[in-house]
């Protein structure tokens, strides 16, 4: 039998290249096959427990805890200031010191006048002691001449009875006049002492004090300068220094009315100092418990400790607001859900025999990639990711494990 030729074999090795290539392509498209239906493959994830958490990021410029301009409270001539801007200072420290010289003449002339007041009370005094005197005496002579008549009514005649009765109510008017007396004097070196402690009071008013520890943010006046009181409402009064706290700052966040409901006193703030490029840890300290009709947002304050004064005020700061926050909570990602937040939402999990299930799921706190499930499904479930088109409950699958999802996005 002749042997074909190489001309022979080359529709045979054609045809064989075809039927390989054909071959192929089908294992490409199907991995498996079940009596006789081909499995799909789907992108699937896991179901985790992983930290979930929803924030939101405010910015708002970073304000001294307090800050005052330092007014006068009496008008007088700047004698002498002792800070410059820059300066720290503390409770009570000296700033600056003004002079009054008519402040001190009224004072002199208060310390007369109780000087004076005294003086009258001693003499009331004196005046007193004599008048009671002079009324014993009369009263004692009066009572010993009405037994005398009571014993024996004819030995004393009447008229001097009446002259001692009238002299004994002369001293009780008199006793009565210096007790009065004496009283109008007493007061008038109370209003005298009161007199006095007022100018002692205003002239302590020339030394102008810090009334907090802080630092000098703005000096206003050099010595030599007029000084109005600042209380005078009939003037502009020039403030001396202005002093701010700057080793505690606050900031006041504008949140809006969405997320009003979660704002919570006490709770951590995570706040970033582009400047810096650094971030700090802050708590919610206030918050108004109002919205501003006209921005829909309600005023949230943040304080933020400062004690190397490495924060300026007027740097702004983002701050992060943690609204929920959920410790290993069982998730899935967002692109497994079919329906969205609806009562109605349903993912398709690979079940038994690699054959989709849909579910419908419970939902809670959800982010930007993933969302809470609190019932419908069970941790290490697989569940289909991404476009569902074609995909029905019973359909033979072969799950591709996709990379996880970033967690706990905010």
């Not at 951590?268 to 418990?289: A, N, T």
């Amino acid at each position: 039998m002749d042997r074909p030729s190489s001309n022979q074999w080359q529709p045979l090795l054609a045809v064989a290249a075809a039927v390989c290539l054909s071959s192929c392509t089908t294992q490409a498209d199907a991995v498996g096959q079940e009596g006789g239906e081909t499995a799909r493959v789907v992108a699937v994830e896991r179901v985790t427990r992983q930290d979930l958490g929803r924030s939101l990021e405010l910015a708002a410029e970073f304000r001294p805890n307090q800050e005052i301009d330092l007014h006068a409270k009496v008008a007088g001539y700047l004698k002498a200031i002792h800070v410059d801007v820059g300066d720290h200072v503390d409770r009570g420290q000296l700033i600056a010191e003004l002079e009054a010289p008519e402040m001190t003449q009224e004072l002199t002339q208060a310390e007369a006048a109780l000087k004076r007041s005294q003086v009258d009370v001693d003499r009331t005094r004196s005046e007193l002691r004599r008048s009671e005197a002079q009324h014993s005496i009369r009263q004692m002579s009066f009572e010993r001449l009405s037994a005398v008549i009571k014993a024996r009514p004819n030995l004393i005649a009447q008229q001097e009875i009446d002259d001692a009765s009238s002299r004994f109510r002369e001293a009780e008017a008199q006793l009565s006049v210096a007790q009065a007396t004496i009283s109008a004097s007493e007061e008038q070196v109370r209003i005298a002492a009161a007199g006095k402690e007022r100018f002692d009071t205003m002239l302590t008013y020339l030394r102008i004090t810090a009334p907090f520890a802080g630092t000098i943010t703005k000096r206003l006046v050099d010595p030599g300068a007029m000084i109005q009181a600042g209380t005078a409402s009939h003037v502009q009064a020039m403030p001396v220094v202005q002093l701010s706290q700057v080793n505690h700052l606050r900031l006041v966040l504008p949140v809006p009315e969405s997320v009003v409901p979660g704002i919570r006193t006490d709770a951590p703030v995570e706040v970033r100092v582009e400047s810096l490029k650094r971030v700090f840890q802050g708590r919610i300290s206030r918050f108004s418990g109002k919205l501003d009709s006209s921005t829909r947002t309600m005023e949230t304050e943040v304080d933020l400790p400062n004690p190397d004064s490495v924060i300026k005020p007027g740097m702004f700061g983002y701050a992060t607001l943690v609204l929920e926050h959920r410790v290993a909570a069982l998730a899935v990602p967002v692109l497994a859900l079919s329906g969205g937040r609806s009562p109605s939402a349903t993912v398709l999990v690979v079940g038994a025999g690699k054959r989709l299930e849909e579910r419908r799921v419970d939902l809670g706190l959800e982010t930007p990639g993933w969302i809470e499930v609190l019932s419908g499904l069970r941790q290490d479930e697989l569940v289909v990711v991404g476009a569902r088109a074609n995909l029905r409950p019973g359909l033979l699958v072969e799950p591709k494990l996709q990379a996880p999802t970033a967690q706990g996005a905010h």
